[in-house]
């Protein structure tokens, strides 16, 4: 993230002065817009995207990326139905006309030679009760053919409600906002099975951060996996030849564990710096 971002993050912009707005330098336009409680990515053209979030969850084709901030005390009985309603207060979901559908969404799949009835154009909603003060941007150069990196992380961590996902689970689960949200975006053409690493190496590269900064199960006292509720999106511009391999025996997989690694730990930093 670069320090003027920093700077106005951290004197919550996004709550009293309006939104800031920054170019990212991935891609072909990446931006991002620190916005009333949220942190909005958007690229220009529509990214092939794998996520679990409850807005935008599964594979799809999406251009706004959103991280919403809730309190601590977010009772989270309708979250998703939350998540829609702030979305279309920015215009980012279709109108009750299917407006957004037709402006945007219908005939790409076309264009694109996809054969199959896919999600065009949704908008991806994750929520956090992690300040928004607390994001890290990290980029990461594969090859450095162009001088632009090929990956950015960009991550808001909370451990609050950290657990080991070997332990016994104990209760009911349940939304809990105080959470581990990661967005990796890939300059790159992967195939769906390539998806499916990359989200791999994210993850392993999460855990590597927390067992880095010592971060357990505070009711088993073993390790942390992550926490309960951990939502991550793996984001491609399919620019260039498909590639079907994102793992850890690949330059591309190494980059996004460098990237998610250092992202996790730079947002725990700043929390701990903040307490």
Known sequence: MDAPLRHALRHDPCRHHGPVSRALAFGDGLSLVAEAGCLHFYYPQSLRTLSNALVGEGLGWVRDFCNFYVDRDYAGQTPTEDLRRWLAARGLVEDS????????????AE?????????RDEALAMMTAVP????????????????????????????????????????????VAGTINVLVFVDGHLTDGALVNAALSATEAKVQAL??????DPEHGTPATGTSTDCLAIAATQRGAPTPYA???TRLGRAIGAAVYRAVRESLAAGEGAA
Not at 211 to 216: C, E, F, K, N, S
């Open 211 to 216: 067992a880095a900064d010592g971060v357990r």
């Open 247 to 249: 793992g850890s025996g």
């Open 97 to 108: 006309g299917g407006g957004r559908a037709e402006e945007r969404g219908e005939g790409r």
């Open 132 to 175: 928004l003060a607390h994001l890290a941007l990290v980029p990461v150069d594969v090859d450095d053919v162009d001088g632009r990196p090929r990956v950015l992380a960009a991550v808001t961590a909370g451990v609050g409600n950290a657990v080991d996902i070997t332990a016994p689970a104990s209760g009911d689960p349940r939304l």
């Open 111 to 119: 264009e694109r030679g996809e054969g199959r009835a896919e999600k």
